[in-house]
């Protein structure tokens, strides 16, 4: 077949795509994130449910089909089938449009339901307007004539996006795309969040894929944390009515503040504007161990604020479950113990520190004799442990499962800068390190919490100074701040390189102070603080200087205003590379079938960002270890490494002929870029075989069973599909 290319900008652009598939997957995520909430909450009248606002129905159906959704979806997937799953939220659709008609049939004959104020209607859509402005400028691939600049943020979202089509395509468990040697290999991973995802990418069809999806589950999740921070001030921290809603817009306004980052970056800044030295952190939490504010954590790692927005739900269940008897207690119960299992797949790091917090809580209520609460807290425990045993069976054990050893250790939270001084003076015994670690911690905590940090200790130091015991609600969060803030710095995860668990488990605490610090900003003493608002201001700079480093360093750093990053791209013609390698991969994918096995360099350096993001295929071999820690027997990776690598040899190395190659390989497509050392080599199978599509930057070839693909290719795409078999019967019947 003879090549087959197309010209940079005339039939592309790429920004404009993105948007409009984005905001599709926002337009179908309340049938996943809204609907099934509020299913659950009409039908057990959960908060006096029927009788409430349509604004706090609202409020409250969002987070609660975070919290719910994804363990239901998980097990009737993995028990069931991916139809049961459907089914469920076919059953949850029906049941809120029986309830609407009902409701419009009987209008008249029963009390409507009372009406939210016009301000706070106006107020909930500018806030969820900008917050879904911002995050689709921070996140779409910017396009600027020929050339195509995904966000920083693309790193981890990459990843993910791999993951959901994983999900779409295999089902529940998912397939690990990144490693293929012959047979699917299951996934291990905190994926439920991304099975929601899945859902709107599946229901999207070919015009929302999985990265609009991700897209759109970020909106989503923001939103549902806007609501959980009203639903809070509403139930748990509430001051009356004169007050709620500018408590409410005060701490939503503050979740665009983070710590004093910006600080030692402006450091980092003029060393390198100096010519002292060669690099500078991409994201403004990278100087040192993260404390992401919750701005850098909705854009960049959605599935952890959706497993806090899943704890803190479960929380506000068993917060009001007590005020009921019999049935109506446990009913909280039941949906709390569903909404923690939930939070164990989402986000592992964020709920283990939560459930520390219950077990501790537990101890209070048992201690003090509040029975009721006690039993719901047991109760729910108990649920959560037998819905989650199965996922965490399946991360748990296996051949190859990635990993040894326990994965939480001891060690003190690292201060970055205290190690490189003292490594700078031979003083880097372990010991010794440990020792400034702990000597250094409240500094650490200070550039990292900033503004809310000084806030806690305020409110700290004030109530104490009313000599009154703390009331309940005032116990809670103070337990919930010093259980987060204790495990994130004694403790570590040792499953990866990062520290996931103190990275992310601090959330729990950032959401305590952040209640705390309104009561604080919102206290006629401290309005004139000089330092309060310097720090606001700083924590405010951060996070708009995080959003352009999120949106704009690739750009800057293709026109030399910023050092390259090498997970991107090894010089300054990233977005020229960039838009050419979509184009391949979006070619590969509406021209093969959906099965087809793709397989690209596996010497990228740390990933292939760029083909995670765009694949929308399985991987043989991601990578010199297929990405084995994130599911299957790591054994099998060697051989089909050993064949990758003679397709895309190292630099200097011979590249050998291709057909005998793809059969070891196993794989279908090949993309070869113009960054491969085998592009470079004239006579290699790049130059000497025809591919099915080229651009001046990248190139895709048939490889194992190329006849067939070609055949395949002719077809039309009904009919390519069914001569291709199903995904499931490629992958080994998942």
């Known amino acids: 077949m003879a090549a087959r290319s197309l010209k940079l900008g005339l039939l592309h652009n790429f920004t404009l795509t993105d948007i409009a598939a984005s905001i599709a997957a926002v337009c179908l995520f309340p049938l996943f994130v809204l609907i099934p909430g509020y299913a659950v909450a009409w039908l057990l009248d959960l908060f006096e449910f029927r009788r409430r606002t349509w604004l706090f129905r609202g409020a409250l159906s969002v987070p609660l089909s975070i919290a719910i959704a994804p363990i239901l979806s998980y097990l009737a997937g993995r028990y069931f089938s991916m139809t049961a799953v459907w089914g469920l939220y076919a059953a949850s659709w029906a049941y809120v449009a029986v309830v609407v008609l009902r409701g419009v049939a009987l209008r008249g004959r029963k009390e409507p339901a009372p009406r939210s104020p016009a301000g706070a209607w106006r107020m909930a859509m500018v806030v969820l307007s900008i917050w879904g402005a911002l995050a689709l400028f921070s996140l779409v691939d910017l396009q600027i004539g020929g050339k195509l ?91 009356g009515p004169e007050t709620f809603r500018r408590r409410t817009l005060v701490g939503i306004l503050l979740l665009g503040v983070t710590g004093l980052d910006i600080l030692p970056n402006a450091f980092y800044w003029l060393t390198y504007s100096m010519g002292l030295t060669g690099a500078i952190p991409p994201y403004l939490e990278s100087w040192n161990e993260q404390v992401g504010g919750f701005t850098y954590t909705a854009l960049g790692e959605a599935h952890y604020l959706a497993a806090l927005v899943v704890c803190l739900t479960a929380f506000l269940l068993l917060w009001e479950a007590p005020r009921h008897t019999g049935a109506g207690r446990w009913k909280y119960a039941t949906v709390a113990g569903i909404a923690l299992a939930s939070s164990v797949g989402i986000g592992i790091y964020v709920a283990f520190v939560f459930g520390a917090f219950l077990l501790l809580w537990t101890v209070v209520a048992v201690a003090r004799k509040w029975r009721a609460e006690a039993g719901t807290l047991i109760a729910a425990g108990v649920l959560c442990a037998v819905l989650a045993l199965p996922y965490l069976a399946s991360v748990t054990g296996g051949a190859g499962s990635g990993g040894s050893g326990f994965p939480i250790a001891f060690r003190i939270r690292r201060f970055y800068v205290v190690h490189t001084i003292l490594t700078s003076q031979g003083r880097d015994q372990a010991w010794r390190l440990a020792l400034a670690d702990g000597a250094t911690l409240p500094l650490n905590y200070l550039f990292e919490l900033g503004f809310f940090l000084a806030a806690g200790i305020l409110w700290w130091r004030r109530r104490r100074a009313r000599r009154e015991p703390l009331s309940r609600a005032e116990m809670a969060i103070a337990l919930m701040i010093a259980t987060s803030v204790a495990i994130c710095s004694c403790l570590c995860s040792t499953v990866i390189s990062n520290n996931d668990l103190g990275w992310r488990g601090l959330l729990v605490a950032q959401f ?93 350096v740390f990933q292939d960002t760029t083909g995670f993001l765009y694949a929308n295929r399985q991987i043989a071999a991601a990578g010199q270890g297929c990405l084995a820690d994130f599911g299957g027997d790591a054994s099998l990776c060697a051989p089909i490494v050993a064949a990758a690598n003679m397709l895309f040899p190292e630099r200097g190395q011979i590249a050998p002929e291709s057909s005998a190659a793809c059969e070891k390989l196993g794989a279908d497509v090949l993309i070869a870029t113009d960054t491969d050392f085998v592009w470079s080599v004239q006579d290699s199978w790049v130059w000497r075989e025809k591919p099915l599509y080229a651009n001046r930057l990248a190139r895709v070839f048939g490889c194992r069973n190329s006849t067939k693909l070609l055949e395949a290719i002719a077809q039309p795409p009904a009919a390519a599909a069914k001569s291709a078999g199903a995904p499931e019967e490629r992958n080994g019947g998942r």
């Open 512 to 604: 305590g102070l952040l209640l705390w610090s309104v009561d604080v900003i919102t206290d006629q003493r401290y309005k004139r603080s000089v330092a309060l608002a310097a720090m606001i201001a700083l924590g405010a700079a951060g996070t708009v200087c995080d959003v352009f480093l999120f949106r704009l360093y690739p750009v800057v750093a293709d026109r030399g205003g910023l050092p390259e990053l090498g997970w991107m791209s090894p010089d300054r013609k990233l977005g020229e590379r960039n838009y050419a390698v979509r184009e391949a991969y979006e070619w590969a994918d509406k021209h093969t079938p959906a099965n087809a096995i793709v397989q690209s360099s596996p010497h990228a």
């Open 149 to 239: 600049y995904y966000t920083t943020t693309a790193f981890d979202s990459s990843v993910r996006t791999q993951f959901i089509h994983a999900i779409s395509s295999t089902g529940i468990p998912p397939a690990n795309p990144f490693f293929f040697p012959g047979h699917a290999q299951p996934l291990r991973y905190h994926y439920f969040w991304l099975i929601l995802c899945s859902m709107a990418d599946v229901a999207g069809g070919a015009f929302v894929g999985p990265r609009h999806a991700l897209i759109g589950g970020t909106i989503w999740c923001g939103a549902g944390f806007l609501a959980l921070v009203a639903l809070f001030f509403r139930l748990i921290a509430y001051r």
